[in-house]
């Protein structure tokens, strides 16, 4: 009994390592892609992203960010930090591929679109490369985690940076060690 276990045991874990194949084979031999992350089309707190900002830029009068336009506050300051916080856990991970945050010339580029944001920072996202032609090469829906404590920018950025380090784990599947 033990060894019939023990064989079903071996050929679920043989089932589950074929399973892990990377996905990402046409990286392969690259050195470089491009990023882009959407933010327009997603929903924040059940809201677009036009009634977050208007959200946030009231709750701004009664917070520390008092006196703040949070519309010039989330172009200026946490967009840039949720990328740079995409981009540190991605390039922790990617070692043999560069991710370039503005546009250089490479063949693909990984466009990140936020579906949704919860009031956890939980991040619903629709991933996709695109070759330069414009051709979706995959395509494919993440839901990551967010953070447990903080604002909703911090749990946000809890939530980039698992978006990151996620991505970065599976994307480097692709390159042989």
């Known amino acids: 009994m033990k060894k019939i276990m023990l064989l079903i045991g071996f050929v679920l874990v043989g089932f589950n390592i074929l399973a892990e194949k990377p996905v990402y084979e046409f990286l392969r031999g690259e050195t470089s892609i491009n990023l882009e992350i959407d933010y327009s089309k997603g929903e924040y707190m059940g809201m677009s992203?036009?009634?977050?900002?208007?959200?946030?830029?009231?709750?701004?009068?009664?917070?520390?960010?008092?006196?703040?336009?949070?519309?010039?506050?989330?172009?200026?300051?946490?967009?840039?930090?949720?990328?740079?916080?995409?981009?540190?856990?991605?390039?922790d991970h990617l070692k043999k591929i560069r991710v370039c945050a503005l546009k250089c010339n490479c063949k693909y580029t990984l466009l990140i679109t936020i579906l949704s944001v919860s009031g956890s920072g939980d991040l619903e996202t629709e991933c996709s490369f695109v070759d330069t032609?414009?051709?979706?090469?995959?395509?494919?829906?993440?839901?990551?985690?967010?953070?447990?404590?903080?604002?909703?920018?911090?749990?946000?950025?809890?939530?980039?940076?698992?978006?990151?380090?996620?991505?970065?784990k599976k994307i480097s599947r692709a390159f042989p060690k």
């Not at 977050?52 to 967009?79: M, P, V």
């Not at 829906?141 to 991505?167: A, C, K, Q, R, S």
């Open 49 to 91: 992203l036009d009634d977050f900002i208007a959200y946030r830029n009231e709750e701004c009068l009664y917070t520390q960010l008092k006196g703040i336009n949070y519309a010039d506050h989330w172009e200026d300051s946490i967009k840039p930090e949720l990328k740079s916080e995409l981009l540190d856990d991605l390039r």
């Open 133 to 168: 032609e414009g051709n979706e090469v995959q395509k494919f829906v993440l839901n990551i985690n967010g953070g447990h404590f903080g604002t909703i920018e911090n749990l946000m950025e809890d939530g980039f940076e698992n978006l990151g380090e996620y991505l970065g």
